[in-house]
C-alpha cells in the first residue's frame, strides 16, 4: 500500500485521487469511511461524540483499509499520533506531503470541516505542525515537499520518489 500522511491541508485526498488514477489502483480515505460507516460528518462525530471516539474510528478505519485494500491509502492528518497505527504503517510505502504553514491556511479556508481548526485557523495549524511534524518524519518513508506546487505536480512528485526507492 501507498499510504499519504501529513498536516491538514497537504492535500492527501486531492494527491491521492489523482495518484491512484495515474498509477491505474484504487485509492480509500479513511475520513471518507469513517464518514460512511457512521452516517454523518466528521464535525459532527466530533461535536456529538467527542475527539476521542472519532480517533477509536479512525484506528480501526485505518486496520480495516490496510486489512482489505490494496492501492492507495490517504489517512486523516491525526491518525499517525495513533501508536497502533503506527505499528500497522510499517513494511508499507509511507508517503509525508509536507506542507508549510501558510499554504496549508491557504488551502484548509475557513470552513467547519476540520473541527481541530475552529477559532484561530493559523495558530491551530501552527500548533499541530509544530507538534507533529517530528511524528510524521518518524512514519515516513519518503517526504514530498508541496509548498507551491499544483496537485499534478505533487502527485509527479511521489511517483517520481517512489520509483526512485524501489
Ligand atoms: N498542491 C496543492 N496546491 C493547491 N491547493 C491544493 C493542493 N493540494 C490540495 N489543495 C486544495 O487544498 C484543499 C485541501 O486538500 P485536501 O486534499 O483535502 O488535503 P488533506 O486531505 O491533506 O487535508 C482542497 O481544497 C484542495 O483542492
Ligand atoms: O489532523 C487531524 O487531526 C484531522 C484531519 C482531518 O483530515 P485531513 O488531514 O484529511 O484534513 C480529519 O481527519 C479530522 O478533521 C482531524
Ligand atoms: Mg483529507
Redesign the pocket.
Known sequence: MIVLI??????????GALLAEQLGVTVRDT?QDVEAAEGRPISEIFVDSGEDAFRDLEREAVATALATHDGVL?VG?GAVLDPTTRELLAGHDVVF?RVGLS?AVK???LGSA?PLLLGNVRSRIKALLDERTPVYESVATVVVD?DG???A??TAEVVAALGARA
Open positions: 501529513g498536516p491538514m491541508g497537504a492535500g492527501k485526498t486531492t494527491v475520513d490517504s492528518g506531503l499554504d488551502r484548509v479556508g476540520r508541496t506546487r499544483s496537485p505536480e505533487v
